[in-house]
């Protein structure tokens, strides 16, 4: 069975730092792609970030560097770290697995996590 | 970046109903078109992936259709578990975006 189970969320001040996590099971974590999205209070989703079995990586336009996506594919988890944080950073921030189809190597979230909930406030 | 406009916003339908919801792509994302169901409170699940293909467990009065920059989720016989929140998703090229939602609720 998947299991996708995301920590490091809390209340944080704004400009602080955070590094997400994201402990994945049931599956062979090196052979995919892994990302995160997030959602506001009330909002819609949005896609954050994705890193690829090869360790490339991907980002949103609204990162704007602040964002980091990394994997240690020994311990099967994937990380967020996310600096200078604003109070529009705050979100569920959900982890996702991708299963490639066609010829894209993306493809879809087949699997998500509960999300962790990031507060940003003074 | 590829903008995916969905519509409407939100509908009403009863159980029973057959309703539809639209997505448009900005640009053509050929099949690379998925698409999620989510509820109050929590995460969202996969419906239909590759604009058309039923992914596992996914009852089949659900339905997608669509090609090049015009998309369709389609629910047949609405059941009262139906009434959620949906999202479609290009991921035809980074970075992948979600259209706004529509949300469904009960009439």
């Known amino acids: 069975e998947v299991q996708l189970l995301e920590s490091g969320g809390g209340l944080v001040q704004p400009g602080e730092s955070l590094r997400l996590s994201c402990a994945a099971s049931g599956f062979s974590f090196r052979d995919y792609a892994m990302g995160w999205v997030r959602q506001a209070p009330g909002k819609g989703l949005e896609w954050v970030s994705v890193i690829r079995d090869s360790g490339r990586t991907f980002y949103a336009t609204f990162v704007e560097g602040r964002f980091t996506i990394s994997r240690d594919n020994s311990k099967s988890t994937m990380y967020l770290q996310i600096n200078s944080l604003r109070a529009q950073d705050t979100a569920v921030y959900y982890c996702v697995k991708t299963a490639p189809y066609g010829t894209g190597w993306y493809g879809k979230n087949d699997f998500w996590g509960q999300g962790t909930l990031v507060t940003v406030s003074s | 970046d590829d903008q995916l406009t969905q519509s409407p916003s939100s509908l009403s339908a009863f159980v029973g109903d057959r309703v539809t919801i639209t997505c448009r792509a900005s640009?053509?994302?050929?099949?690379?078109l998925n698409w999620y169901q989510q509820k109050p409170g929590k995460a969202p699940k996969l419906l239909i992936y590759?604009?058309?293909s039923l992914h596992s467990g996914v009852p089949s009065r659900f339905s997608g259709s669509g090609s090049g920059t015009e998309f369709a989720l389609t629910i047949n016989t609405l059941q009262p578990e139906d009434f959620a929140t949906y999202y479609c998703?290009?991921?035809?090229?980074?970075?992948?975006?979600f259209g706004q939602g529509t949300r469904l609720d009960i009439q």
């Open positions: 640009q053509n994302i050929d099949t690379y």
């Open positions: 998703q290009q991921s035809c090229r980074t970075p992948i975006t």
């Open positions: 590759a604009a058309s």
